[in-house]
């Protein structure tokens, strides 16, 4: 299994309150990705980074910051959660390779509840 | 608009049967394509995947289909194991991203 671990595991916050969530890779992959989770959408890409400091936005980017100062570390900030950021929140890894599918590794996730 | 469909969210099969999931999508500049077998309270894990150069690619229990033309892939899964009992996500990728669709829930019956 690849090296990747989320931080918390499970949160619970009220509404207005700032929140980041962790995580850190041990494969010195290039990719790193934010996803969430919810019921009747499947997985939504919120941010993505393609190296140190090089980040890019995904589907749902509203809301939501992220930052990556090192290869191993990528942080999600909620900067005012609300209670529609109540969800399950992925962080995946990838190495581009040429001629290969790129998959995805994913971390265990993690449950935010806003109340 | 979403870019991957997955209808038909549920199915059950019985144990030794096979299993056949569907995914439609609408983007022909996909390069890849891949499942994803997510259990409750975990990470999906990848399966299997294929590109889009090809038509078919197996391993071991586990068959994707791509039709181009018709912009759709399915997964056969024979025979379905109880352990086989999960949330199914296709996912479509170009450029390091991928898309993904709803999900479909298999349950095996043993």
């Known amino acids: 299994d690849a090296g990747i671990t989320q931080s918390p595991r499970h949160k619970v916050t009220e509404t207005g309150t700032p929140v980041t969530l962790r995580c850190h890779q041990t494969?010195?992959?290039?990719?790193m990705y934010w996803y969430r989770q919810d019921p009747g959408h499947g997985l939504r890409l919120i941010h993505y980074?393609?190296?140190?400091?090089?980040?890019d936005k995904g589907e749902v980017s509203d809301g939501y910051s992220v930052s990556r100062s090192k290869t191993e570390d990528f942080l999600l900030t909620l900067e005012s959660a609300t209670s529609s950021q109540t969800s399950v929140y992925f962080c995946a890894i990838s190495e581009s390779v040429a001629g290969n599918s790129n998959e995805q590794f994913f971390g265990p996730g993690t449950r935010l509840t806003v109340l | 608009d979403q870019q991957v469909k997955q209808n038909s969210p549920s199915l059950s099969v019985q144990e030794g049967r096979i299993s056949i999931l569907n995914c439609d999508y609408t983007n022909s500049m996909f390069d890849y394509f891949l499942w994803y077998k997510k259990y409750p309270a975990e990470g999906p894990t990848f399966l299997i995947s294929i590109s889009s150069i090809k038509d078919k690619n197996e391993d071991g229990r586990f068959t994707v289909f791509l039709n181009k033309s018709a912009k759709h892939l399915s997964l056969h899964i024979v025979p379905s194991q109880p352990g086989d009992s999960a949330v199914y996500f296709c996912a479509a990728g170009g450029n390091n991203r991928l898309a993904f669709g709803k999900g479909n829930q298999v349950v095996v019956i043993p």
């Open positions: 980074s393609y190296g140190v400091k090089d980040t």
């Open positions: 494969e010195n992959h290039r990719y």
